[in-house]
C-alpha cells in the first residue's frame, strides 16, 4: 500500500501518494444495504451534541403561568409553539412520576401537563438544525417513547425519531432533562412532538442559510481486503474555524442488515494531509473519549466497531479501513458532521476499495444540506490508478446515482459518451475515456453512487465527489 491519492480541483489528476490522500468516510449516513433496490443511503435526519443556534430559548422571560392550548410566540419571533396543557413552570412544580422536572439553564422551563401529549413547533423560515433538553414521563413508570416528526415547507415528511426517558433520581428527586439534537439533509419548517407529560428546555434552531448547501455526511460501503485493497477514505474540511467530525468503522452488525460477509473486527486509523497518524482505535469502548462518542449519539451497535471522535482543523483527512489480523469482509466506513451550524464545512468526498459484484459492488452515499441546489460531478477512477502502483484496478466501471428513494436519476460507463462538455469544463474530466463521471445540480436530500464493473469485472477503483459550487 505504496500509494494514495490526493484530492485536488485542477485538471491534474489528484492521486499522489497512498499518504497524502483524503478518502472519503462519513456519513451519516445512513446504509444502503441492498443494490438491487437502493433505499436512501444517507439518513434526512442525523443527531448532533448541543449546539448553540442562530436562535435560542431559556423560557426565562415568560412568567410562570398556565398557558393552555393558546400558541405562543418563541425563538425570538422566528417560532411559534402550541400544545395540549402548555405551561410555564419552575422548580418543584411539575412532577414526573418521582421526581420533579429541572430546568436545564435557569429556573423556568416549559412543560405540556397532558397524557397524552401533542405539541407543535412551526417556524416562519426553515431551519437545518434544532436542539433541546427534554424531560417526560420516565420509562420505568410505563412513560412511552417520546415520538418528533419533521416537516419540510411542503407539508411533507423529513424524518421521524423518538428516545425515552430514563433519569436517576437524586436525594433532592430531581430529574434533570436530557439533550437531543437533530440536524435536517432537507431544512424543517415543523416539527410536532407526541409523548406523556413532556417537558424541554434550553431550545436551540440554527435557520437555514438561504439559497446556499453543502456537502455532509458522507459514506462508504465496500469489500475490505489486505495490502492495497484495504478501505481507504477521504475528505477535506473547508472554511474557517475546527470542525467536530465522529468518524466510524462499521462491520459485525452490518450481518443485521442482510450482509453475509461482513468484516468481523475493523480497526481505525485517521492521518492528516502529511500521512501522519492522528488517532486510531480497534474497539470504541476502549476510546479514551467514549463517553464523548456516547453522548454524540452515534456510537456503533457492535463493540468490535471502530469510531474516533475529533475536532479537526480545516485541510485534509485521510481514514483507513482495515481488518484485525488481517481479517477481511464488507465495512462501511462513515464521517459524521456534530457542528453542522461551524463555519467549516466537509467537501469534496472520496474513497478507494475493490470492487467485486453482487452485494460486494462499491457504494457511496452522500446528503446534500441547505436550502439551495448543490452543483456537483460525482467521478469513478479505474484504470488509470495503474499509473500510481495499483496493480489490479477496475478496467472498465461504471456509474449509477440514484436519489433519496432509490430512483435511478443518471448512468454512465464512459465520461465521453455523455456530458463530455460540462465535464470538461469543470476541469476534473477523467484522464482515462473508459472511467465514468457524471455532472448533476441536486437539491437537499440523499444521494447514492453505485461502483459496478462493467460485465462483472472486478478491481480497485476510486469514487469521488466535488462540489462546484
Avoid at 7 to 33: E, N, Q
Wanted: aromatic share 8%; proline share 6%; net charge negative.
Amino acid at each position: 500500500m505504496n500509494q494514495l491519492f490526493q484530492l485536488r480541483k485542477t485538471r491534474i489528476p489528484f492521486m499522489t501518494s497512498l499518504r497524502a490522500a483524503m478518502l472519503c468516510l462519513s456519513g451519516v449516513l445512513a446504509l444502503l444495504f441492498f443494490v438491487k433496490a437502493p433505499p436512501a443511503y444517507a439518513q434526512q435526519v442525523t443527531l448532533v451534541p448541543p449546539f448553540v443556534g442562530t436562535n435560542s430559548e431559556t423560557w426565562e422571560e415568560f412568567p410562570i403561568e398556565k398557558l393552555g392550548s393558546r400558541v405562543i410566540s418563541i425563538l425570538g419571533g422566528t417560532a411559534t409553539i402550541s400544545g395540549t396543557l402548555l405551561e410555564i413552570d419552575g422548580p418543584n412544580m411539575f412532577l414526573e412520576c418521582y421526581g420533579y422536572a429541572a430546568a436545564s439553564d435557569g429556573v423556568r422551563f416549559m412543560g405540556d401537563n397532558a397524557r397524552p401529549t401533542s405539541i407543535t413547533i412551526s417556524f416562519s423560515q426553515p431551519v437545518s438544525a434544532f436542539g433541546a433538553y427534554w424531560g417526560a414521563l420516565p420509562f420505568s413508570c410505563q412513560g412511552p417513547p417520546t415520538e418528533l416528526s419533521f416537516y419540510n415547507a411542503s407539508g411533507n415528511l423529513v424524518g421521524t425519531t423518538s428516545f425515552d426517558y430514563s433519569p436517576p433520581m437524586n436525594h433532592n428527586h430531581i430529574l434533570n432533562m436530557d439533550w437531543h439534537g437533530y440536524a435536517f439533509a432537507t431544512p424543517v419548517k415543523t416539527i410536532t412532538i407526541l409523548g406523556d407529560w413532556v417537558v424541554t428546555d434550553g431550545m436551540q434552531v440554527t435557520v437555514a442559510s438561504s439559497g446556499t448547501s453543502s456537502i455532509s455526511n458522507i459514506s462508504t460501503r465496500a469489500f475490505v481486503q489486505t495490502g492495497d485493497n484495504v478501505m481507504i477514505g477521504g475528505f477535506i474540511i473547508t472554511g474557517s474555524g475546527q470542525k467536530s467530525v465522529i468518524v466510524r468503522a462499521i462491520g459485525p452488525s452490518l450481518v443485521q442488515h442482510g450482509i453475509t460477509n461482513p468484516m468481523q473486527n475493523p480497526t481505525l486509523e485517521l492521518h492528516d494531509h502529511t500521512g501522519a497518524v492522528i488517532a486510531s482505535n480497534d474497539n470504541w469502548m476502549d476510546a479514551p473519549n467514549r463517553q464523548e462518542i456516547i453522548d454524540s449519539g452515534l456510537a456503533p451497535s457492535n463493540n468490535f466497531e471502530s469510531a474516533i471522535l475529533m475536532s479537526l482543523n480545516p485541510g485534509n483527512y485521510t481514514a483507513i479501513v482495515r481488518g484485525v489480523n488481517n481479517g477481511t469482509g464488507i465495512a462501511l466506513v462513515e464521517a459524521y458532521d456534530l457542528d453542522p451550524t461551524a463555519s467549516s464545512k466537509l467537501g469534496n468526498i472520496s474513497t478507494r476499495a475493490q470492487v467485486q459484484t453482487g452485494n460486494n459492488v462499491m457504494i457511496g452515499g452522500i446528503i446534500i444540506t441547505g436550502a439551495g441546489q448543490k452543483n456537483v460531478i460525482v467521478r469513478v477512477i479505474g484504470p488509470s490508478l495503474a499509473q500510481h502502483g495499483i496493480a489490479n484496478p477496475l478496467l472498465d466501471p461504471t456509474l449509477e446515482l440514484h436519489n433519496g428513494i432509490g430512483a435511478l436519476i443518471a448512468f454512465n460507463d464512459n465520461w465521453k459518451d455523455t456530458q463530455q462538455a460540462q465535464i470538461q469544463a469543470t476541469g476534473l474530466a477523467p484522464t482515462n475515456d473508459k472511467e465514468s463521471a457524471i455532472v448533476r445540480t441536486l437539491a437537499p436530500g440523499n444521494y447514492t453512487a453505485i461502483v459496478r464493473g462493467k460485465n462483472n469485472t472486478i478491481g480497485v477503483a476510486l469514487v469521488e465527489v466535488y462540489g462546484l459550487n
